[in-house]
């Protein structure tokens, strides 16, 4: 079955700090991977995608990993700001099926 | 550029009364699809159209829920007659692209259901 499991399921950081989140897949063939930011009562927006071929990738204080041989991707944000707080999506796609999402880990920047 | 309206924003309903959500999509996008979010959850696809066709419809509760896609523009969600456990935000998204699942999806800003 084709599952996404994200990790943690909640972060709590202070402001400037660094984080990590985990994104680890099951979903094969695998098409490409995407990571939304989904702010308190919006929808989700795209950050970034990677594709089988890419290792890295960097938008702004945003940087996505992702080794497709072990099915794991991380998004590392870099001196967190206030407005970061939200929660991550990591979804997968692969051919001809329906996208795959995850649950999301809940990021909250503090003070 | 306008994106994914939905309507309305919020919505409270008794159980066992009908409802209806709202999307329209970004113009020129071709695909359109309707998901259910939980608190606390991913998003979870009910139906997704290619134009006017509804290609995808295997999540969603037939007894239920319906939805249109008339013109191949604008999309209806209907709830009749709602439930207490379809307290939800149901959001909308449109999309580009032909393949299934390669592109990205732009999302609405959702529609917040609370069944009383």
């Known amino acids: 079955k084709n599952q996404v499991e994200q990790s943690p399921q909640s972060l709590i950081i202070l402001e400037g700090k660094n984080c990590t989140l985990q994104?680890?897949?099951?979903?094969?063939?695998?098409?490409?991977l995407r990571w939304y930011k989904q702010d308190t009562g919006r929808g989700p927006v795209s950050l970034t995608i990677m594709t089988f071929s890419e290792n890295t990738k960097s938008n702004g204080r945003y940087t996505a990993t992702l080794d497709a041989d072990t099915k794991q991707s991380s998004l590392h944000i870099t001196a967190s700001q206030l407005s970061d707080s939200a929660s991550y999506i990591c979804v997968v796609s692969a051919p001809d099926t329906p996208l795959v999402f995850g649950k999301g880990t809940r990021l909250s920047v503090i003070a | 550029e306008a994106g994914v309206v939905q309507s309305p924003r919020y919505k409270i309903i008794e159980k066992k009364q009908p409802v209806a959500f709202w999307c329209n999509p970004i113009?020129?996008?071709?695909?359109l699809y309707w998901y259910l979010q939980n608190l606390g959850q991913g998003p979870e696809l009910l139906i997704r159209?290619?134009?006017?066709?509804?290609?995808?419809d295997s999540q969603l509760p037939k007894d239920r829920f319906s939805a249109e896609r008339l013109k191949g523009v604008d999309s209806t969600l209907k709830i009749q007659p709602a439930e207490l456990g379809d307290s939800a935000v149901y959001l909308c998204?449109?999309?580009?692209?032909?393949?299934?699942?390669?592109?990205?999806?732009?999302f609405g800003e959702g529609s917040r259901l609370t069944v009383l």
């Open positions: 113009s020129g996008h071709n695909t």
């Open positions: 159209y290619e134009n006017e066709e509804a290609v995808d």
């Open positions: 994104c680890n897949y099951t979903v094969s063939p695998f098409s490409n």
């Open positions: 998204a449109s999309s580009l692209d032909r393949p299934l699942s390669a592109g990205e999806l732009f």
